[in-house]
T-cell receptor, first 114, second 117 residues
Framework: AQKVTQAQTEISVVEKEDVTLDCVYETRDTTYYLFWYKQPPSGELVFLIR??????QNEISGRYSWNFQKSTSSFNFTITASQVVDSAVYFC???????????FGAGTILRVKS | GAVVSQHPSRVICKSGTSVKIECRSLDFQATTMFWYRQFPKKSLMLMAT?????????EQGVEKDKFLINHASLTLSTLTVTSAHPEDSSFYIC?????????????FGDGTRLSIL
C-alpha cells in the first residue's frame, strides 16, 4: 500500500528564514510519481512540482527547491527566504504508475510571520 | 493551461437536502476524474474515481448510495450528496488529468465547501 508521511504538523518561521518541509513515502511500485501542492486559506490546490521515480535530480525554481532521495524515500521541499505569502498548507502526494489518483500526506501548515 | 471548474464553490443547506456538485474540464477531455474530501485541518482523502460512461469506483468506506457520481460526458462529472446530514459537511474537491498514467499532473477544481445545518 502507498503511504505518504509529513511528520511536521505545523511550522512557524519569521520572514526571510529558510524552511524545509519533510516528506517520506512508502510504495512497492518501482515507477511512481511524487508531487507537492500548496493550499492557501482560500482552499484551492496549487500544483508546485511533479517528480518521477527515475529522476533524482534536485530541482530549483526561484525560491523553491526540492530534494529527492530515493535511498531514504524522501522528497523534501525547501523555501528559501520565506515570505508571508508562503503561508499555507503544503501537501506531498504520491501517484502510482498507472492511474492518476493521488495519496496525500497529512499536510504541513506553514506560518510565515513578518 | 488545463483548467478544471467546480461549481458551486459554497453550499449551505438544511439537513435532508440532496446537493449536486459539478466538476468540468474546460479545455480538455477527461475520461477519468477524481473526487476528494477534506475535513477541516485534515488531508485530502480520495472518495472515488469517476469513469466516463461507466460506474464510478469507490474507495473503501465510502457509501456509493450516499455519494452518487455520474460522469456522463468527457468534460463533466457530478457528485451528488444524497440526504445530506451535518456529518457530511466538508470540503469536496475534484480533479482531472490530461490522460492515463501517474505522470499526468492532476488539475484540481477550486473545491466546494458544503455546510449542512
Amino acid at each position: 500500500a502507498q503511504k505518504v508521511t509529513q511528520a511536521q504538523t505545523e511550522i512557524s518561521v519569521v520572514e526571510k528564514e529558510d524552511v524545509t518541509l519533510d516528506c517520506v513515502y512508502e510504495t512497492r511500485d518501482t515507477t511512481y510519481y511524487l508531487f507537492w501542492y500548496k493550499q492557501p486559506p482560500s482552499g484551492e490546490l496549487v500544483f508546485l512540482i511533479r517528480r518521477n521515480s527515475f529522476d533524482e535530480q534536485n530541482e530549483i525554481s526561484g525560491r523553491y527547491s526540492w530534494n529527492f532521495q530515493k535511498s531514504t524515500s524522501s522528497f523534501n521541499f525547501t523555501i528559501t527566504a520565506s515570505q508571508v505569502v508562503d503561508s499555507a498548507v503544503y501537501f506531498c502526494a504520491l501517484s502510482e504508475e498507472y492511474g492518476n489518483k493521488l495519496v496525500f500526506g497529512a499536510g504541513t501548515i506553514l506560518r510565515v510571520k513578518s | 493551461g488545463a483548467v478544471v471548474s467546480q461549481h458551486p464553490s459554497r453550499v449551505i443547506c438544511k439537513s435532508g437536502t440532496s446537493v449536486k456538485i459539478e466538476c468540468r474540464s474546460l479545455d480538455f477531455q477527461a475520461t477519468t476524474m477524481f473526487w476528494y474530501r477534506q475535513f477541516p485541518k485534515k488531508s485530502l482523502m480520495l472518495m472515488a474515481t469517476s469513469n466516463e460512461g461507466s460506474k464510478a469506483t469507490y474507495e473503501q468506506g465510502v457509501e456509493k448510495d450516499k455519494f452518487l457520481i455520474n460522469h456522463a460526458s468527457l468534460t463533466l462529472s457530478t457528485l451528488t450528496v444524497t440526504s445530506a446530514h451535518p456529518e457530511d459537511s466538508s470540503f469536496y474537491i475534484c480533479s482531472a488529468g490530461l490522460g492515463v498514467g501517474g505522470n499526468q499532473p492532476q488539475h484540481f477544481g477550486d473545491g466546494t465547501r458544503l455546510s449542512i445545518l
